[in-house]
């Protein structure tokens, strides 16, 4: 099955500093890539996705790039805010939904 | 903004005992799914639901495990004897369509003693 992996497990950045979380996966066929942001009590929460016809994507401070051939993708948040302080989470599958292979997550802190 | 809601946020039981963790999907959702997380490990896929059916299923989702949608409102996992590795973090999840966003609840923290 699908296997991601995803570094670096904690990122400090300084407000208003870009943060980059890299994840790889193994299998070919997945085709699409969430990113998942989630805070403390609560559930993951979806912020952003690409699927494979594309390489990049943006909203606002927040963009994920797609690289097929490498079989790995990226979040990059730009202008850091203390509130972008929580656990990143990646993703992907063939399918959507189904059977998402999660990253193991990563803690991102925004320091004042 | 709508939420997928779960009960209860806590469970601890007793090993070999059944427990039933419930899910309140968003209204319009069509497709559910149950993920779960081991403290410290990836979140992984159990089992996704439509029009009362399984559609996928993992390795981990064997006969212990079981899904249901009793009523028009509610989704539910259950375990039917526990053991002590299924202590985790349940995660419950719908979507409109099985490709567009997935919105998570807050999860049920299973502790098995």
């Known amino acids: 099955g699908e296997n991601v992996e995803q570094h670096p497990s904690t990122l400090s950045v300084q407000e208003g500093d870009s943060a980059v979380i890299k994840c790889t996966y193994s299998d070919s066929a997945s085709n699409y890539f969430p990113w998942y942001k989630q805070e403390l009590g609560k559930g993951p929460q979806l912020i952003i996705d690409?699927?494979?016809?594309?390489g990049e994507k943006k909203d606002q401070r927040i963009a994920v790039t797609l690289n097929k051939t490498a079989k790995h993708f990226s979040l990059h948040i730009t202008e850091t805010q203390p509130e972008d302080s929580a656990v990143y989470f990646c993703?992907?599958?063939?399918?959507?939904?189904?059977?998402?292979?999660f990253g193991k997550g990563n803690q991102v802190v925004v320091i004042p | 903004e709508p939420e997928v809601t779960q009960t209860p946020s806590h469970q601890v039981t007793q090993m070999g005992q059944e427990v039933i963790l419930r899910c309140v999907p968003i209204s319009n959702h069509l497709y559910f799914y149950w993920y779960r997380q081991i403290l410290g490990q990836k979140v992984e896929f159990l089992v996704s639901f439509y029009n009362n059916e399984i559609s996928e299923k993992s390795e981990i989702f064997d006969d212990q495990f079981s899904v249901e949608r009793p009523d028009g409102s509610n989704f539910t996992l259950k375990i039917r004897s526990t053991k002590l590795e299924d202590s985790a973090m349940y995660f419950c999840a719908s979507s409109a369509y099985p490709e567009t966003e997935a919105f998570f609840g807050q999860g049920t923290r299973l502790t098995v003693v």
């Open positions: 993703a992907a599958s063939r399918n959507g939904n189904n059977r998402l292979a």
């Open positions: 690409i699927r494979s016809n594309v």
